[in-house]
């Protein structure tokens, strides 16, 4: 055997998931087949840009600097434009900072991980998965994002210890560029041609830690074939001798894509104590095997994907089908909004996108939207830039509007008091208008308002901190 490798230093990470479920069954039903449990949706104001940012949003609140941006998605908000920018804009992460695209495949999450790693980068990784009305990709599939941090420091959230790849080409799952469905060839041929795959680039990476697999605590296998995934699980658990899985992730959120694998790592790191190994196997045309030991608990941010599981909200299919815009609803009985302005958003994308304030340099009052003028001291020109993401805030007034555009009636309208200075008029979303108070307190979360001609308009909205269960809810 030989000595373990230090490994590269995992800083941060942090996964999202939606709190909207559809029931399998009633999707199912459409077609005359059943289903067990639900799957999780993202909301109607949600796609792969905005889940992202919600997903490294605990990473870099603390001013971190990390490497190049790698993002993976099978479902960009946009093609032929890098959608890693908006979610760049919106991090407010250095202008020096790159940020990528990776190709829209599976195998796309792990390359993520595996680029950040060697460049001391932030991997996102995030998907909003769809199918055929009442098909088996639609009732399976799940909506999630999830963020890894890498780089120097003495006390990281986990090592990446070693890596191992195969690469082979065959038929098991495809879309075609125009398509928004894909196509799954016959499971048992697919899982015929990953388990051997998987055992070799595990074997490989074990014996470059130079560990046993006897060694290894928790165990992820993901997979566009689930019943690959679920084999190779069962048989590297077995020969662990009851390492932890998180292969349940898949009936409790469903399959979400490229975000699969940062999903179930990150529920893995979540439950490792200190020094436990973590394996990671992603088969996706090929397959790929990363080996984590788990590090301080104290380097972990933000909220565990088991917690985020406690509260949900049930929505029906019907409703589910609206969001993602498969029928057309009722028109809204006011003008609809005009175009989003590139040369508006390009001037303020310190307001639009990385919703900035400032703290006058004079009196020290915080504002927000920033002004020429200090509404305190009358000082012109003369802040310190704030951003105002990452606070908490006060609903001081709302109305619920059910004439105004929106693809989810009611709109949900809120003057808003942001804790430490400043004041905005958004809209609020994941939470129903019979559990709006004055006084709750609420975060802001980066969504889409709209989509005008093609062109997707992003800002910030206003969100609950803590949502309680309320009847519809688990």
């Avoid at 590090?295 to 993602?324: C, F, H």
């Amino acid at each position: 055997m030989q000595q373990k490798e230090q490994g590269t230093a995992l800083t941060r990470f942090s996964a999202y998931v939606p709190k909207y479920r559809v029931s399998r069954a009633e999707i199912g039903a459409l077609v005359g087949q059943s289903g067990r449990g639900s799957r999780a949706v993202a909301n109607f104001d949600e796609d792969s840009t905005t889940m992202a940012v919600e997903a490294a949003a605990p990473i870099v609140s603390d001013g971190t600097t990390t490497g190049p941006l790698w993002f993976a998605t099978t479902s960009p908000a946009y093609v032929d434009k890098v959608n890693a920018t908006a979610v760049h804009a919106a991090l407010g992460l250095p202008a020096h900072i790159a940020a990528y695209d990776l190709g829209a495949n599976y195998r796309s999450g792990v390359a993520a991980i595996i680029a950040a790693s060697k460049t001391s980068g932030l991997a996102l990784m995030s998907d909003v998965r769809e199918g055929k009305a009442g098909g088996s990709d639609e009732r399976d599939s799940g909506d999630a994002a999830a963020s890894f941090a890498f780089g120097e420091t003495s006390d990281p959230a986990a090592r990446l210890i070693t890596m191992a790849s195969r690469s082979e080409e065959f038929l098991d799952r495809w879309r075609l560029p125009r398509s928004t469905t894909g196509t799954t060839w016959e499971e048992r041929f697919g899982q015929s041609k990953y388990t051997p795959l998987g055992e070799e680039v595990v074997k490989d990476v074990l014996e470059r830690a130079g560990i046993s697999i006897r060694d290894v605590a928790g165990i992820i296998v993901t997979s566009p074939n689930i019943r690959a995934s679920r084999a190779l699980s069962a048989l590297l658990q077995k020969r662990s001798n009851g390492a932890r899985v998180s292969s349940d992730l898949v009936d409790l959120i469903g399959n979400s894509g490229a975000a699969q694998f940062g999903v179930e790592l990150a529920d893995q790191l979540e439950r490792a104590a200190p020094g436990e190994f973590i394996l990671a196997v992603s088969l996706a045309d090929g397959a790929d095997a990363v080996l984590f030991e788990a590090g301080s608990e104290s380097a972990r941010v933000g909220n565990p994907v088991r917690e985020q599981l406690k509260v949900t909200m049930d929505i029906d299919y019907a409703k589910y089908l609206l969001w993602r815009g498969r029928f057309p609803g009722e028109a809204a009985r006011r003008p609809d909004p005009s175009r989003p302005s590139s040369p508006f958003a390009a001037r303020n994308a310190d307001f639009k996108y990385g919703f900035n304030g400032g703290q006058c340099r004079l009196c020290g009052t915080v504002q927000y939207p920033l002004p020429r003028v200090c509404l305190s001291c009358k000082t012109i020109d003369d802040f310190d830039d704030v951003k105002m993401s990452a606070k908490t805030a006060r609903v001081v007034t709302y109305t619920v509007d059910r004439l105004a555009y929106t693809a989810s009636p009611p709109l949900i309208g809120a003057v808003v008091d942001i804790d430490g200075g400043g004041r905005i008029t958004c809209e609020l979303t994941d939470v129903k208008p019979e559990d709006i108070a004055v006084g709750n307190q609420v975060l802001m979360t980066f969504r889409r308002l709209g989509t005008i001609d093609g062109i997707h308009n992003y800002f910030w909205k206003a969100r609950p901190v803590v949502a309680e269960a309320t009847a519809g809810e688990n």
